[in-house]
């Protein structure tokens, strides 16, 4: 008896953690090792539209009519480069504007205004997000990360803090820009 309890016992050594690790991967108890916050897009966008090349820059595509939405993203793409610090030379903002969006208003000082071309608005709204999302274009013209819009105040201060956090960890590994 004394023989099969310490053979049963060396045997659950070995199967009870592989078990276990069974067990949390069935339930989805395991977060993977994704360490961005925002959405990789599954091709990146060749953007050669942008307006300052060798720059990380938030894009955003001006509405018709600024909601709730709207207004968060214009705050987001005015705190965002001037909260990255030293790196504050290397991060622009690009607000894409149409001819019925281009009187912004005051609100956008230190934000740059493109007038995009339809074909850009047509290439922004095949992308998942369209355009209710602020996307990150990397210094060679790629628009490589989106950000859906969100709604109220924690959630546009949320949505900028972890912009905030995947662009400085772009910043701090990237040789370009």
Same mark, same amino acid.
Request: proline letters at 4%; hydrophobic letters at 45%; aromatic letters at 6%.
């Given at each position: ?12 050594? *070995? ?12 339930? &989805? ?6 360490? &961005? ?10 953007? %050669? ?25 214009? *705050? &987001? ?11 504050? %030379?290397?991060?622009?903002? =690009? ?46 013209? &790629? ?6 819009? =969100? ?10 803090? %972890?912009?905030?956090? %995947? ?11």
């Amino acid at each position: 008896m004394k023989k099969h309890g310490t053979l049963l016992l060396l045997l659950s050594a *070995f199967l009870l953690p592989v078990a276990l690790a069974k067990l949390v991967l069935d339930l &989805n108890w395991y977060q993977g090792g994704v360490t &961005n916050r925002g959405e990789l897009l599954s091709t990146p966008v060749a953007a %050669d539209w942008l307006g300052q090349k060798g720059k990380w820059q938030l894009v955003y595509l001006m509405p018709d009519d600024c909601d709730e939405l709207c207004a968060g993203a214009l *705050f &987001n793409l005015r705190q965002i480069p001037l909260a990255v610090g030293a790196g504050q %030379d290397r991060v622009g903002s =690009v607000l894409l504007v149409t001819e019925a969006s281009q009187t912004a208003g005051d609100q956008l000082q230190g934000v740059e205004q493109v007038l995009a071309p339809d074909h850009v608005i047509e290439q922004l709204r095949t992308l998942e997000y369209g355009a209710r999302a602020i996307y990150i274009a990397d210094p060679l013209g &790629n628009v490589m990360m989106a950000y859906p819009l =969100v709604k109220g105040r924690a959630a546009i201060l949320a949505q900028g803090k %972890d912009l905030l956090r %995947d662009l400085k960890r772009l910043l701090k590994v990237s040789k370009i820009g």
